[in-house]
T-cell receptor, first 113, second 108 residues
Framework: DVKVTQSSRYLVKRTGEKVFLECVQDMDHENMFWYRQDPGLGLRLIYFSYDVKMKEKGDIPEGYSVSREKKERFSLILESASTNQTSMYLC????????????FGPGTRLLVL | GIQVEQSPPDLILQEGANSTLRCNFSDSVNNLQWFHQNPWGQLINLFYIPSGTKQNGRLSATTVATERYSLLYISSSQTTDSGVYFCADNFGNEKLTFGTGTRLTIIP
């Protein structure tokens, strides 16, 4: 079974804080993704990575950065959290050439006060 | 950009009822997938169905690639079926484009 884990289920931070969201997958997948999910807007891709140290911007990268130093771990960084970054954050991974089938972690609900 | 439309946006049913969810694409279907997001937020893969029909217990899915749509059927609904159902396709690359989802509520 593919397992994708995220470091926190719930997180409360203050405006201006630096926030790290961690995602780990155990299936040796090359691709990893970060999405945010907001009511009425569905899932929107923030960044994805297709290899260690490689990254590509998704649809809404502004205000975020990512890090992939090891194949199994993909971090999302909010350099200076703002209230409009309050959201549900979902991490996913996939195998290249597997038809794009993605496997999701349980999500992190982030509240920025 | 590519549009992925799901209908209906919301559906409320009595336990035991059957339902059909629809997904329409503005471009050719490549690797269509259906997901269920449970009330706790976890997205679970239901089907990988680029074409044809698949069944898994009370759930089945059909994709008609030439007409750019897919259907998800849920029979004899249970309260645990509640949540949001998403379809998605990667349109030939590694990134998925998701529909806006159908929120299903099953009432006991």
């Amino acid at each position: 079974d593919v397992k994708v884990t995220q470091s926190s289920r719930y997180l409360v931070k203050r405006t201006g804080e630096k926030v790290f969201l961690e995602c780990v997958q155990d299936m040796d997948h090359e691709n990893m993704f970060w999405y945010r999910q907001d009511p009425g807007l569905g899932l929107r891709l923030i960044y994805f990575s297709y290899d260690v140290k490689m990254k590509e911007k998704g649809d809404i990268p502004e205000g975020y950065s990512v890090s992939r130093e090891k194949k199994e771990r993909f971090s999302l960084i909010l350099e200076s959290a703002s209230t409009n970054q309050t959201s549900m954050y979902l991490c996913a991974s996939s195998l290249i050439g597997d038809g794009g089938t993605q496997y999701f972690g349980p999500g992190t609900r982030l509240l920025v006060l | 950009g590519i549009q992925v439309e799901q209908s209906p946006p919301d559906l409320i049913l009595q336990e035991g009822a059957n339902s059909t969810l629809r997904c329409n694409f503005s471009d050719s279907v490549n690797n269509l997938q259906w997901f269920h997001q449970n009330p706790w937020g976890q997205l679970i893969n239901l089907f990988y169905i680029p074409s044809g029909t698949k069944q898994n217990g009370r759930l089945s899915a059909t994709t008609v690639a030439t007409e750019r749509y897919s259907l998800l059927y849920i029979s004899s609904s249970q309260t645990t079926d509640s949540g949001v159902y998403f379809c998605a396709d990667n349109f030939g690359n590694e990134k998925l484009t998701f529909g806006t989802g159908t929120r299903l509520t099953i009432i006991p």
